[in-house]
């Protein structure tokens, strides 16, 4: 890539939940991708996108009871790409599902993905990644309408469409991703998919049979209502991008929707979630 990028590091303690609401208020500003640490999280901009004053306008990091620190580096437009390559591990599931890189080796799985690892790709959460995959593999979308809220490289989305869904719809509030999701869509043959810039509100004036939902927990708790209002009577919403402390507070909010709990997995202490509509 061409561009100068800046990244910020951030330790976070607590992390929990620290870590979500740095990321929120983080994604209102013009910062193109996150990647979770062991710590807290690294968020990456534009270098002509960046002043130092920008980050003075983050609450959590002026609230005395989260201790945050950080630190800003530039990274060289010639690191980029070898960065991605270091950091993106194909994902594999059995014999069913790969998602690579084109540098991977391609192996013989019912569906093969193909994702540019650009900045969409780097959010840390490939525990989740996995979990929405497994979720959707194991259901029957044939012939349904799926929406894949904050797509991201729309993954999620193409896998849908690969497993014959009617139609399928992907949005995300990042401009970056946006770009990225049409290229990976058309990369993997699933062009018809409809793929949409922006937040919750630009959901089409439709109903979905199914809505995949991998975020953040605070989103998640803004929006879950959004979701079920776009969902058909019976219909099936999966959540994800929360850690296992904050299942109680997604449960409680898609109850208050008129959603019904189904199942759940749990990876390294993150969760994943399947409601139906009541």
């Known amino acids: 890539m061409s561009h100068v990028y800046i990244e910020c590091s951030f330790e976070v303690s607590p992390k929990v939940p620290g870590t979500d609401i740095l990321l929120a208020q983080l994604s209102e500003h013009p910062f193109e991708s996150f ?15 960046w002043h130092t004053e920008l980050l003075e306008q983050i609450s959590i990091l002026q609230d005395p009871s989260s201790k945050i620190t950080q630190q800003i580096r530039e990274i060289p437009p010639e690191n980029w790409n070898v960065k991605w390559e270091t950091h993106f591990d194909p994902i594999v599931i059995g014999a ?43 259901t029957n979308v044939h012939g349904m309408k799926v929406l894949d809220m904050g797509c991201g490289t729309a993954v999620l989305a193409i896998l849908a469409a690969m497993k014959g869904a009617a139609s399928v719809d992907g949005i995300d509030i990042d ?8 290229e990976n869509a058309e990369r993997n043959g699933q062009g018809d998919i409809t793929i949409i810039e922006g937040d919750a509100s630009v959901i089409p004036d439709k109903k979905y049979d199914c809505i995949l939902a991998n975020i953040n927990r605070n989103i998640l708790l803004k929006d879950i209502g959004v979701y079920s209002d776009h969902l058909v009577a019976q219909g099936s919403l999966f959540l994800s991008g929360f850690y296992l402390e904050d299942e109680s507070i997604i449960s409680e909010a898609c109850k208050n929707a008129g959603l019904v709990f189904v199942k759940k997995a749990i990876k390294n202490k993150w969760v994943a979630t399947q409601y139906s509509k009541k």
Not at 35 to 49: C, F, P, Q, S, V
Not at 123 to 134: A, K, N, P, R, V
Not at 175 to 182: F, R, T, V
């Open 35 to 49: 990647e979770e640490t062991e710590k807290g999280l690294n968020a990456y901009i534009r270098k002509e996108d």
């Open 96 to 138: 069913k599902c790969m998602v690579r890189a084109p540098f991977h080796e391609k192996k013989e799985v019912q569906y093969d993905i193909v994702i540019e690892p650009k900045m969409s790709f780097g959010t840390g959460h490939h525990e989740t990644t996995y979990m929405m995959l497994q979720f959707l593999l194991d």
């Open 175 to 182: 401009h970056w991703s946006y770009l990225n999701a049409i």
